[in-house]
C-alpha cells in the first residue's frame, strides 16, 4: 500500500469513471485510477489506446466528457488551470525547440514555462546553482554553455528532464520520452528517469510507452489500456502479465523482467486466449 493510502493523504492524480467523446466516437470508457506521491507510473498499450488523452487530464490540458479528474487536489473545471501546471513537469522530446539558447538557459526556461530568445530576465544566483545542479544530476556536467542545437537527441532528452524539473513540481510527465534514441542513449535517459525516485522521493511520474523494455527500472505501477479502457492498473508486477499484455495487443506476448527492467518477447505457441469475452471487465474487478 501507498504511503500516502496508509497516511491518507489524498491522490497527486485521481480520475474517476473518467469518459472522454469526441463527436459520435468514444476515446475514453470509464477510466478510474490513483497516482499517490512518490509513485512512478506507466501507461501502456498500443496505437490509439487512449494514453495520450489520460496524459492529456493528468497534465491539466483536457476536461472529460463525463467523470471527474483531480490533478494535485484540485478538480479541473474548477481551478485555474495555469497556476496548477505551473506544479507539472511535462518532458516531450517531440518539443519544437530550435533555440540558439546554451544548455543552462534551457534548462532555466522551466521558470517560466515558455522558451524565451534571448531570456528577458535575469535569474538569482539560486536559480543558476539550482539549474546546474539538475545539468549535473541528469548527466550533463560541463556542458552548461554548450548550445542546444549542438546537443544529441539524447542529451536532449536529458536536458528536458532538468527543464521540467526546475519549478520543482509535483508530478512528473514523460511522453515517450525514448522516442528516436538508439540503444546507448535510451539507456542513458533510463537511468535519468530511475533515479528520481531516490533523487526526488517525493515526486510523482507518469511514463507514456509503446514498449515494456522502455520502462525505467523505478516503475512502481502502471495502467494497461485497450481501445479507450482500462485492462488492468496497479502495482507493475499485476498489471504488466503475460496474459493482460498478449490481451492488449491482441497477440501472445511473454512479459517478464530481468532486475527491475521489463521484456516482451512474441511467444505466438503458448499465447491465451485472446477473444475470451469480458476480459476487460473480470480484469478490472
Partial sequence: ??????????????????TFRRGERTILDSISFAVHRGEHWA????????????????????HPTSGTVDVLGHRLGRVELQALRRSIGH??????????????????????????????????????????????????AGKNEEKWPTLSQGERGRALIARALICQPDLLL??????????????????????????????????????????PSSTSHAVLLKDGRIVRSG???????????SFAFT???RVGQHGRRWFALASPDDGPDLDAENYVQTCST
Avoid at 43 to 62: H, M, R
Fill in 91 to 140: 518532458v516531450n522530446p517531440r518539443h519544437p525547440l530550435t533555440s540558439p539558447l546554451t544548455l543552462r538557459e534551457v534548462v532555466l526556461t522551466g521558470l517560466t514555462g515558455s522558451i524565451e530568445i534571448p531570456l528577458r530576465w535575469q535569474p538569482t544566483p539560486a536559480q543558476l546553482r539550482h539549474a546546474d545542479a539538475l545539468i549535473e544530476q541528469t548527466g550533463l
Fill in 251 to 253: 497477440y501472445p506476448i
Fill in 235 to 245: 502495482s507493475a508486477a499485476d498489471v504488466l502479465t503475460t496474459e493482460h499484455v
Fill in 43 to 62: 501507461l501502456i498499450g498500443p496505437n490509439g489506446a487512449g494514453k495520450s488523452t489520460v496524459l492529456g487530464f493528468c497534465g491539466a490540458l483536457i
Fill in 1 to 18: 500500500m501507498s504511503t500516502d493510502v496508509a497516511a491518507g493523504q489524498r491522490p497527486v492524480i485521481e480520475l474517476a469513471e473518467v
Fill in 174 to 215: 514523460l511522453d515517450e520520452p525514448t522516442t528516436g534514441l538508439d540503444v546507448a542513449a535510451r539507456e542513458q535517459l533510463l537511468v535519468t528517469i530511475a533515479a528520481l525516485e531516490h533523487n526526488h522521493p517525493e515526486l510523482a511520474s507518469i511514463v507514456v510507452t509503446h514498449h515494456l523494455e522502455e520502462l
